[in-house]
């Protein structure tokens, strides 16, 4: 079953502390992506990926950081540096041809 | 700034009605042009994409409409259902660095 993971669906947190989001793929694309998704708005890039041990900043990285140690790999670590870190977060990932494929998502709320 | 501009962002249409979606880019290097259809608390599915070569896609009830010259690419629903009702975005891509940029987001809502 070919796909994109992210686990877990929901997560809390208390302010002050940083926590990792994990999204895995089977689907042997080279290029992955994190967005984050407010309610009732679009989504922001946060990371791109488009090979393993390479990664660039989107329109809203501060505050966030990822490694892409593994092709299948792309984990988010949201800090303690987010000002306003609870959302919705959105893993991908794409064909070199532009077809991107979404996660299910990770809720996270930070009180 | 905003490189892809959505409209609407609401739209309610009765069900069997059509729904119409509009994006306009700025950007000429973009070379796909996909739609992602969102439900509450899911991740984005793609839907449907065109590439500007093609003036016009159709796959089942979705069409994709491109008007090269305008700068300009629309989502309509046929017979639209109550199962159609959700978010949809629009999304342009720069094939350097292999990044889309979304549109806003319109929610539809289909009335039974």
């Known amino acids: 079953d070919g796909g994109i993971t992210q686990s877990p669906k929901y997560l809390f947190r208390k302010e002050g502390q940083n926590v990792t989001l994990s999204c895995e793929q089977n689907?042997?694309?080279?290029?992955m992506y994190w967005y984050r998704q407010d309610p009732g708005q679009g989504l922001r890039l946060i990371y791109y990926s488009q090979i393993v041990n390479d990664f660039q900043k989107g329109d809203i990285a501060e505050g966030y950081s990822v490694s892409r140690e593994k092709k299948e790999s792309f984990p988010l670590t949201v800090t303690s540096a987010q000002k306003n870190p609870t959302a919705f977060y959105l893993c991908a990932s794409s064909t070199r041809t532009g077809e991107q494929y979404f996660g299910p998502g990770t809720r996270l709320t930070v009180t | 700034q905003q490189q892809v501009k959505q409209s609407p962002q609401s739209l309610i249409v009765q069900k069997g009605g059509i729904s119409i979606i509009n994006c306009a880019y700025e950007n000429t290097a973009f070379d796909y042009f996909p739609w992602y259809q969102q439900f509450p608390g899911k991740g984005p599915a793609l839907l449907i994409a065109?590439?500007?070569?093609?003036s016009e896609k159709k796959e089942g009830r979705f069409t994709i409409s491109f008007n090269k010259s305008a700068k300009q690419f629309s989502l309509h629903i046929m017979d639209s259902q109550p199962g159609d009702s959700a978010t949809y975005f629009c999304a342009a891509r720069r094939a350097a660095g292999n990044k889309l940029t979304f549109g806003g987001g319109t929610r539809v809502l289909v009335k039974p």
């Open positions: 065109i590439r500007p070569d093609v």
């Open positions: 689907l042997n694309h080279d290029a």
